[in-house]
Every structure is written in C-alpha cells, then in structure tokens.
C-alpha cells in the first residue's frame, strides 16, 4: 500500500496551519517533564530493597512523593483500562463463559485489598529480590484491584443494554466482531465508562495508605509515596505532616481532574444518543480548548484521520446490498473467536481449580468454632453493608439526578465532587474517630459511616452518568406534556437512571465489603479499636500473618457476596433491562 500520498496530505495540512504557539512550546515542556518524572519512577525501581524505607515527613519531599503515587495510580488505571475491555466484552458476548465470569468477578469485587496482599506482595518480592521492582509492580496489582471492578461491571452492563436496533442495524452491515466493538459497543458505554473511571481512581486511593506502608507481621513492604508519608504522619503524631499530606492529595487531585478527566468528560459528550439538543448547556474544558489549538496536535490528528480514509479505501465496509454476494451464517472470525474463548475459559478453569485445592489445605486448620464465628461475623457486616448502601443511595440519587441533568450543575460540581470522591476516606479516619470518641458512639455503629464515606460515590458517580444519557428529546417532550415533579421521576428519570443505578448499588456494596477491613479494625493514638465483623477478623489474621483464617475469613466473604449478588443484585438487574430500559 502506497502512504506517500496520504504523508503528502498530512504535509500539506501541517503547512496551512501556521506556525507553533505558545501552546505548543507548553506541551513540548510538559512531554518533557513527564519523561522526567518516567526516569526518575523508573529509577525507583531498581533501587535495592531495604529492610525499612525511611520516609521524610519534611513538605518538601512530598513533591517526589505525590509523583510517585500519581504514578502508579495512571498505570494501574491503564491495566484496568485494558481487563475491563477485556473482561467486559467477554462476559457480555459469550453467554457460556458469561456463568463463569460474573460470579467471579463478584468474588473479586468483594475480596478486599488484604486478600490480595500477602500473597502477590511475597510472591513478587520473591521474584524480584535485587530490585524493588517486584514491590512495585505489587503496589500497582494493588491499586488495580480498587479500580478495575466497577468498571468492569460498568462496560459488561452497558454492552448488554445496547437496543437491539443498533445490534440489527451492525448485522444488516455485515460489521465484524472489531467494527462492532469500535463503532457500537464502545460508543454505547462510553458516558458510564467515564465517570466509572474517575471513581475508580478514587477507590484506588482509599487504600493508599495501606497498599505503600505495607506490613506483614514484623515484615515491613514500605514504598515512598503519599500514602506512606501520610501513615507516618498518623504514627507519630505529627499535625503538620498530615496538613501537608491532605494539602498534596487534593492539589494532585484537582490537577489530574482539570487536566484529564475534564477534558475527558466534555470529549464523551459526543457519545449522547439523542435528537433533540433541548436547552442543554455545552459543557467546556480550557484545557480541551488549548489543545485544541495546538498545531502539533492538529496536525497528527489530521495524519490519523488520512491513515485511517487510506485504510478505509483499501478495505471498505461493506453495504447491506452487498450482503447477498457474503452473507454467510457467521462472519470467518466467529468460529475463531468462539474457539479462542473456549480455550480461554478452559485455562481459566485449570487456575481456579488450582487455586480451589490450594484453598482447601490452606483452611483444612481452621476450626469449626472459627468457621461458626466467621459467618457470624459476616451476618454483622453485610448488616453495615446493606445500612451504608441505602444511606448512600438516599442523598446520591437526587443530586446524581441534579447534576447529571444540568450541564451547568455539573460544570460547577464535578471538580468538587471528584476531589471529594478521590480523597482517600482513611487518611480521615483519626478525625471521625476522635468525633465518635467525643459522642459516645460505639465502632460498631460508627463503622457504618466508615463504609459510607468511601461507598456513596459509587452510586452517585453511576447516577450522575445515567443522567447524562437520558436523551433531551424525551425530557423535552415530559416538558411539553407538563409532567413534572413526582411523576416524571417515576415515569422517565427513574427508568433512564435505574440500570446505572444497579451498577452503582452492587459496586457500593462490594467497595463497602472492602472498606470493612478498615472501618472494624481502626488504629487511632496508639490503641486499635475493633467492631465484631468479618472486616475486622481479616485485619486481625493479616497482623498476625493467620494465613488459615485470612483465607477462611475471604473464602466466606466471597460466599455471601456472591450469593446476594446472585439473588438480589441479578434480579434487580433483570428488572432493569425488562422493563426499566429506555431502550425497549
């Protein structure tokens, strides 16, 4: 294939742009300084393991500090990125490997970062034992894991919510399993897989402190970070540092808001199905503007759209009425992606089985008075879980509603609420505890409002991007018929946001299953404060390095979440897409 012409085109668009702005200088220095910040992560990786990592709690070094959590935040987000496509897809196309992925991503969902960490921690130190490279990798496989679920639930419930007009309308163009992903599924997800995104980097941060000052009975996996600034901060004490570390967090926060997720938002716009604009209010980002006026940029996009009209030419789509010359029963690749999937599925089946037997001989010492108090313990839980859950749903519906509704509402309240959202709860544990210390109020219920200050956002986040795709045309037209109030709640904002609605409920509640193992197990001025729950049993295993009753006290975990799923989240979600669809 000859590109010259298509090089000669890009050449020529180059040339009538003018010359280089200010703007481009800015992004050259910026690509500069991200290369630098790439060097001196990389750096980090190859410094030899130390049996402690000294963290200097001066505001200076937490420059260096936020860098690196900020760090392993982006590249933990990109390999949650690329297992929810993955994943998602999967499920949502393969209705024999769908029975085997649900359940267990339910189970991943639940299982909380202390499940994950004794064994990836020493398993990957042991890999790496000249190089802090294993320790890193284990502190990203440990963001990740508080990222990538609801995303993943998010794609898989968006890919099975697509209007089978559009799924007639791919096979009537005789679309391949890429073009449908590119051209339907994607764009279909696109609004719930952005504002899931976003709070999947806030769920990645809750455990920050725990994932960069890591300990496991007297071993210490300790990592320069923000994270591990603010737990030693917290250890000694120390007011000014934990000013400082608080300070850093919401700065790099709002920074990474105005610079990637802004931008991001308003570019996912274009994804809204609807036909009339209605009153709406276009949303804007100064930085998506700048960009916009950058001739480097304009000229690379220019080179990629002609790369991609080039490609188009050579290998054009085909038309309906070209059907009757291919038409087939399936397209080639179908029987090989069938194939592929299978034999997926089947090494998946050879690791849990694996997985399976070693979780059999690592509990076979736990007794049956543990296994009786464990379940317990997980009733009283799943008790705070479900108390969270609706005391979240109760504020987050009605201002999801509101600021998805109003472009103007969510120009003002994004940045505020994913600051809010991105916090990291724990670092302010030692304040609410000291509020509950003042009130009398017992761990048992303050527990609850733990849970809550990291769960509600799942809802509010999932809402917020069901709003946004209710169409202006319908709302117009409730407009038009004078329903309002109550009735058009019921009748158009209800079913428009329900499906996104369940999403945010069973992400809540497994993010609360999670937040458990740091809302019953508190450490505050020297004493740890504990609830009676399963949260609190898995901290206290993983102190004492209790391998047997970390992984009964999981293993039952994992049971009752995936059993509530089945038989309360699944119905729900049925309900959502007979009769709560918009596009039915």
């Not at 949502?92 to 299982?111: C, G, K, T």
């Not at 000013?243 to 990637?260: G, R, S």
């Not at 009209?309 to 690749?333: G, K, M």
């Not at 037997?357 to 690592?362: D, N, S």
């Amino acid at each position: 294939m000859d590109l010259r012409p298509t090089w000669s085109y890009a050449n020529a668009l180059w040339q009538r742009r003018g010359r280089l702005s200010w703007i481009d200088g800015a992004l050259v220095l910026g690509l500069a300084g991200m290369v630098a910040i790439v060097i001196e992560f990389a750096q980090e990786w190859e410094t030899v393991p130390q049996a402690a990592v000294e963290i200097d709690l001066h505001p200076a070094a937490l420059i260096r500090y936020t860098f690196f959590s900020l760090s392993r935040g982006l590249l933990a987000y990109v390999i949650s990125l690329i297992f929810t496509l993955a994943y998602g897809y999967w499920a949502a196309n393969d209705a024999i490997a769908e029975r085997v992925l649900l359940p267990l991503l339910d189970v991943l969902q639940s299982v909380p970062v202390l499940g994950f960490m004794p064994g990836v921690v020493l398993g990957l130190v042991a890999a790496f034992p000249s190089s802090n490279v294993g320790l890193e990798l284990a502190a990203i496989i440990m963001i990740f894991t508080g990222q990538a679920w609801n995303m993943t639930f998010s794609f898989y419930y968006s890919l099975r919510s697509i209007p089978p007009v559009e799924r007639e309308v791919a096979t009537l163009y005789h679309f391949n399993w890429w073009q449908r992903f590119k051209w339907m599924e994607v764009p279909s997800a696109m609004m719930g897989l952005v504002w899931n995104s976003m709070m999947s980097m806030a769920g990645g941060w809750f455990f920050l402190m725990i994932i960069e000052s890591f300990r496991l009975g007297h071993r210490d996996f300790r990592l320069p970070g923000i994270g591990s600034y603010m737990s030693v901060a917290v250890d000694e004490g120390h007011t000014g540092a934990m000013l400082w570390a608080i300070f850093a967090m919401v700065l790099m926060i709002v920074t990474l808001d105005q610079l990637l997720w802004r931008p991001v938002v308003v570019w996912a716009q274009k994804f809204r199905v609807e036909e009339g604009a209605g009153d709406q209010i276009a949303m804007t980002s100064w930085f998506l503007d700048l960009l916009r006026r950058s001739r480097i940029l304009a000229a690379a996009t220019d080179a990629s759209a002609s790369l991609t009209s080039t490609a188009d030419r050579v290998f054009p789509p085909l038309r309906p009425a070209e059907q009757t010359q291919h038409a087939s029963p399936a397209p080639p690749a179908t029987s090989v992606t069938r194939w592929t999937s299978m034999l997926c599925l089947i090494a998946l089946g050879v690791v849990l089985f694996w997985g399976a037997a070693r979780l059999a001989v690592l509990v076979s010492s736990v007794s049956l008075t543990q296994w009786e108090h464990t379940l317990a313990a997980a009733m009283l839980t799943l008790v705070r879980v479900l108390i969270s859950t609706a005391i979240g749903t109760l504020w987050a519906l009605p201002a999801g509603l509101a600021i998805g509704l109003s472009p103007r509402l969510s120009r003002i309240f994004q940045p505020i609420v994913q600051v809010v959202a991105s916090f990291p709860a724990p670092m302010l544990f030692p304040l609410v505890i000291a509020g509950f210390t003042w009130g009398g109020i017992s761990l048992g219920w303050g527990s609850i409002l733990l849970m809550l200050l990291g769960t509600q956002w799942y809802i509010l986040f999932n809402v917020i991007a069901g709003a946004m795709t209710i169409p202006a045309d319908l709302r117009e037209a409730a407009k038009s018929y004078r329903i309002g109030g109550w009735r058009r709640f019921t009748t158009l904002y209800a079913p428009g946001v329900f499906p996104f609605l369940v999403t945010g409920w069973i992400t809540a509640a497994g993010g609360a299953w999670n937040a458990s193992i740091v809302a019953e197990y508190v450490t505050f001025r020297g004493q740890v404060l504990t609830a009676n729950g399963l949260g609190a049993q898995i901290s206290d295993a993983a102190q004492r390095a209790d391998f047997s009753l970390l992984a009964a006290s999981l293993f039952v975990m994992s049971a009752v979440v995936v059993v509530f799923n089945r038989t309360v989240w699944r119905r729900c979600y049925s309900l959502a897409q007979q009769r709560f669809s918009l596009s039915n």
